[in-house]
């Protein structure tokens, strides 16, 4: 971001057209000058960040600053913040750190923030050293109800985001404990609803102002998915914690008091499943998505070479185990081998957001044009309270290449019967006689030298491992320089190639062995950086280590594996 400050330094613009060729050449100076700006500001190391973008107008949040330009000292204008925020407090570290072989250095703001007033509010771009870090965008809400009890110095409060939910809907439980007096040592009883599956999602601390006292928030938040209609019940919970400060040097700390703290429960009223939904699979979401993937360029389909399909089946507010499978295919002229479904769970401060990935290899026997049928997926919007669909388009291809068949059509056999072979007689000549006698004279010479070097050269066996390795040193090369993407296809053709050459390994079984933990690792590592939301960065050191560790046991496994003890790919 670029801020323009008109100065008395440039014209103004009615100046400049009066000055003709002069205006012109100002005019040029200043559109290089804001060229440059430019240019400086795309290369600019000044980031922000928040905690959090939606607070009460009583609560604190806190803005971190970072700056790893190569200019050392000074510090930016924290008095801009002023306009819409008290600065509570304020600190500054220097750091340095080395990532996989790359060393970066920064130095880091941390200020905690308490807003002025209620709204939309803007965490201004803030500037140091001719950079500029991007405002931020903060909704400011009215101050929650004080909890009964509001002048203790200590209390607890739990909170519900829904009065009324649907049976497996997820339900969020925040239990927040509130102390204007240090505490420590604090013991708390899990989270345990009879009839529901509980899982704690989130773990903040912040500040909240009640009655002009500010109290320090510890909250946990928890997801609940009941798992029958009726009434629910929150039940209280217990918090032990102890008072006062802590003495190092005193056996019995007296100046420490022990302080028990219960909530108070709550009842939550589950409805069942509404009579109008007609989807196959109850699944009630604030949101679901399909996306789809390919190990390589769908438009380079071949006949007998697989191609790996990913389907990302994603919802939030539903956990991986609702998620359903998606349909098999089931087309005449492809071959599918599906692995086993990956299922993953990610908390966050909005619940759990469930994803289930299918990975199917594709083989096509014959050339033509195929279409992947559209995958429907119905399920209940939990944001608007009414049946919604979600629908991955159907997809055409086209597979080159010749038919993978041994035999002859039935009208080509028919015919060869019904053929009468012709005999002719014909004697061969003096010239023609010598022809035959040098050719086969060639023949038994090439026939003579193919079996030495047989004797010579190594073992089928060996060769076979020479080819290997080359597509082992491809996988290889790909886990040091190569993408998610890449390294995806060198692994589906490293593991395909060992089937066709080897005939023992088949990956959707090794993935379920434990003796391929590092497969299963390798796997995830691709899976999160191509299908996760925000993408995972690629782990390059631990991609390599079990690419390393993957081939080497690989070959060892399969040298010391009886031939013939998996089926076939092509079967």
């Not at 965008?137 to 200590?154: E, H």
């Not at 490293?494 to 062995?513: G, I, M, V």
């Amino acid at each position: 971001m670029v801020t323009l400050v008109e100065t008395s330094l440039f014209p103004t613009p009615r100046s400049l057209s009066a000055r003709g060729p002069l205006a012109t050449i100002l005019k040029t100076v200043c559109t290089l000058l804001l060229l440059a700006l430019s240019v400086t500001a795309k290369a600019q190391e000044l980031t922000a960040s928040v905690d959090r973008n939606e607070l009460a107008i009583n609560e604190t949040f806190t803005l971190t600053l970072r700056y790893s330009g190569g200019q050392r000292g000074g510090q930016p204008d924290f008095d801009l913040l002023a306009q819409d925020f008290e600065v509570l407090s304020r600190q500054q570290s220097n750091q340095y750190r080395v990532t996989n072989g790359h060393a970066e250095s920064f130095v880091e703001w941390t200020v905690i923030l308490a807003p002025l007033k209620q709204g939309k509010l803007f965490v201004p771009s803030l500037h140091l050293h001719g950079q500029v870090s991007d405002a931020i965008p903060i909704t400011v809400n009215k101050a929650g109800q004080s909890p009964s009890g509001g002048k203790r110095q200590a209390f607890l409060e739990v909170e519900l985001d829904k009065d009324r939910v649907h049976v497996q809907e997820q339900l969020l439980v925040k239990v927040r404990l509130y102390t204007t007096v240090g505490l420590h040592d604090i013991a708390t009883d899990p989270l345990q609803i009879p009839g529901a599956h509980v899982e704690k999602v989130d773990e903040q601390r912040f500040e909240r102002r009640i009655d002009g006292v500010g109290h320090a928030v510890y909250e946990l938040t928890y997801a609940v998915f009941p798992e029958s209609s009726g009434e629910l019940l929150i039940p209280a919970l217990n918090y032990v914690a102890v008072t006062g400060r802590r003495d190092p040097f005193s056996l019995f700390n007296r100046n420490a008091q022990r302080m028990r703290l219960r909530s108070e429960a709550k009842t939550v009223q589950v409805e069942p499943k509404p009579d109008s939904y007609s989807g196959s699979h109850w699944l009630p979401a604030a949101s679901l998505g399909l996306v789809q993937s390919w190990s390589k360029d769908p438009e380079e389909f071949k006949v007998g070479e697989p191609i790996t399909r990913i389907i990302t089946l994603r919802a939030e507010g539903l956990r991986a185990a609702q998620l359903p499978p998606l349909p098999r295919l089931a087309i005449d002229g492809l071959k599918t081998y599906p692995d086993q479904a990956q299922q993953e769970d990610q908390p966050g401060s909005n619940g759990i957001s469930g994803s289930r990935i299918e990975t199917t290899a594709i083989v096509a026997t014959k050339p033509g044009s195929y279409q992947l049928p559209a995958i429907t997926i119905t399920w209940w919007d939990t944001k608007t309270g009414r049946q919604r669909a979600t629908q991955l388009p159907a997809f055409r291809f086209n597979v080159s290449g010749g038919a993978i068949t041994n035999t002859t059509a039935p009208d080509d056999m028919a015919r060869t019967k019904n053929q009468t072979p012709v005999t002719v007689s014909v004697e061969p000549g003096f010239w023609q006689k010598i022809a035959i006698a040098a050719i086969a004279s060639h023949i038994f010479w090439i026939i003579y030298f193919y079996r030495n070097k047989r004797k010579i050269n190594k073992s089928p066996k060996s060769n076979g491992k020479k080819h290997v390795k080359s597509h082992e040193q491809q996988l290889i090369d790909c886990a040091k320089t190569g993408s998610a993407y890449e390294i995806q296809s060198a692994l589906n053709t490293w593991l395909s190639k060992q089937k066709a050459e080897n005939n023992r390994y088949q990956p959707s079984k090794a993935r379920q062995s434990s003796q391929n933990e590092e497969l299963n690792k390798l796997q995830r590592e691709i899976n999160d950086s191509l299908y996760q939301s925000p993408p995972k960065p690629l782990n390059r050191q631990l991609v390599q280590i079990l690419v390393q560790r993957l081939t080497s046991s690989k070959s060892t496994r399969m040298n010391n594996q009886a031939p013939d003890s998996l089926p076939k790919l092509f079967t």
